[in-house]
Nanobody
């Protein structure tokens, strides 16, 4: 079992930065692939980024490449999402997820989810 708690969301102006953190509990955190997703009102949950359990492999959706960076610290059982050059269209609830996904961008392939943290980017 893995429990996830996100933090770091908030209100920021366009062009600004936020760093989200996802703290995990459970002894098997270090073996899980970790992902970040987001969901805006009236839309489906959208893949943002994922990182392998070793931290050596990462993938991003095209819309955040060059602006967002995913990282993890297995000793602290925490995964991070550094978000720079934020845009109003980045406004959403951001969720972290853990699992052993066959398809890294598919939300249904992740087993554990946090409660989400709101990110609002004003223009």
């Amino acid at each position: 079992q893995v429990q996830l708690v996100e933090s770091g969301g908030g209100l920021v102006q366009a062009g600004g930065s936020l760093r989200l953190a996802c703290a995990a509990s459970g002894r098997t955190f270090s073996t899980h692939t970790m992902g970040w997703f987001r969901q805006a009102p009236g839309t489906e949950r959208e893949f943002i980024a994922t990182i392998s359990w070793t931290g050596t492999t990462v993938y991003y959706t095209d819309s955040v490449k060059g602006r967002f960076t995913i990282s993890r610290d297995n000793a602290k059982k925490t995964v991070y999402l550094q978000m720079n050059s934020l845009k109003p269209e980045d406004t959403a609830v951001y969720y972290c997820a853990a699992g052993f996904p066959r398809t890294w961008s598919l939300a249904a392939d992740y087993n554990y989810w946090g409660q989400g943290t709101q990110v609002t980017v004003s223009s």
